[in-house]
């Protein structure tokens, strides 16, 4: 059985964070290098932060965002793949991300056509 591609988003609480000392980043770096060899097979690409600077397109206007004032913010995705939804869970539960309580991570699998 060949592998399925899945897009995890990152959900984040809005409101102030605080910055993490040099040393909390260091062992952060840490958890996610050693994350990211374990689980190597299934992360297809590690993704990355969004900006501020987006656009809303519907079929009659575009408009700038950010957009409406949001309980949770949208701050970043990955690509991963797996036999199926189970697996990609086992591997987003083991991952750096799930340690802040402010953190959710949502899974959806890509349909092919």
Do not use: H
């Amino acid at each position: 059985m060949s592998n399925k591609k899945f897009m995890c988003i990152l959900r984040s609480e809005s409101g102030a964070c605080e910055k993490p000392s040099p040393s909390d980043m260091e062992t952060m770096y840490a958890k996610y290098q050693a994350w990211q060899s374990k689980f190597a097979k299934n992360i297809l690409d590690m993704g990355g932060a969004l900006s501020g600077a987006a656009a809303v397109v519907t079929n009659d206007s575009v408009k700038d965002g950010p957009f409406i004032e949001l309980k949770e913010v949208v701050g970043g995705y990955m690509l991963l793949s797996g036999e199926n939804l189970d697996e990609v869970v086992k591997v987003i539960q083991q991952s750096p991300m799930v340690e802040n309580p402010r953190t959710s991570l949502e899974i959806r699998e890509i349909s092919t056509p």
